[in-house]
């Protein structure tokens, strides 16, 4: 068990709808990644949080947004869905300034109808 | 070029074999390399990190890299059936200040009783 809890584990949306999806990360860590990763294919970096602010975006619309909270916990949020992004949502939680090493929670397997 | 290339196998071996997994990426800035262990419906489980030239050993696995070919490789002695899964390599990029993992598509693996 790495410390970093998701929620929810499933969640199923229709499309147009809105989702937010929950982190907590591993006790003592700062940053907050968050990574898509679609079926047969590895996670894709959506975005990092660090300080309570966006710090790095991989290539996603602007309809991926987050947060990150002065407890270092963070929410990513998902307007106007689409089918393509039915995914495991990943995130990661690591230590600033460190040699990148990251550790996952259990994941959000969105569906979307 | 992808900036992650690995098999995507099935790769199967018989228990007890040695099981060979290998990766190339491009950054040639990259520092830290990572492989995690993903089973199937669950998140990806960090299993080693390396960030010198050479061999780094953990039990039954060893990773190897080879920064002037930029390829690293996983090795699993005495394959066991709880070893199927897929194996992903990442390498952390740092930029700008945001630190992201960048991923393979994986290596699926099977060992065989």
């Known amino acids: 068990e790495t410390g970093v809890t998701q929620s929810p584990t499933h969640l199923i949306k229709t499309r147009g709808q809105q989702v937010t999806l929950r982190c907590s990360s591993q006790s003592g860590h700062n940053t907050v990644s968050w990574y898509q990763q679609a079926l047969g294919q590895g996670p894709q970096f959506i975005f990092q949080?660090?300080?309570?602010?966006?710090?790095g975006r991989g290539n996603f619309p602007p309809r991926f947004s987050g947060l990150q909270f002065p407890n270092y916990s963070s929410e990513l949020n998902v307007n106007a869905l689409e089918l393509d992004d039915s995914a495991l949502y990943l995130c990661?939680?690591?230590?600033?300034?460190?040699?990148?090493?990251?550790?996952f929670g259990p994941g959000t397997r969105l569906t979307v109808l | 070029q992808k900036e992650v290339e690995q098999n995507s196998g099935p790769l199967s071996v018989p228990e007890g074999a040695i099981a060979s997994l290998n990766c190339t990426y491009s950054?040639?800035?990259?520092?830290?390399f990572f492989w995690y262990r993903q089973y199937s419906g669950k998140s990806p489980e960090l299993i080693m990190s390396i960030y010198s030239n050479g061999d780094k050993e953990d039990g039954r696995f060893t990773a190897q890299l080879n920064k002037a070919s930029q390829y690293v490789s996983l090795l699993i002695r005495d394959s066991q059936p709880s070893d199927s899964a897929t194996y992903l390599c990442?390498?952390?990029?740092?930029?700008?200040?945001?630190?992201?993992?960048?991923f393979g598509k994986g290596t699926k693996l099977t060992v065989n009783p």
């Open positions: 990442a390498f952390h990029r740092g930029q700008g200040g945001s630190e992201k993992l960048v």
């Open positions: 949080y660090y300080r309570e602010e966006e710090n």
């Open positions: 950054d040639r800035g990259s520092q830290s």
């Open positions: 990661a939680s690591s230590l600033a300034g460190g040699v990148g090493t990251q550790y």
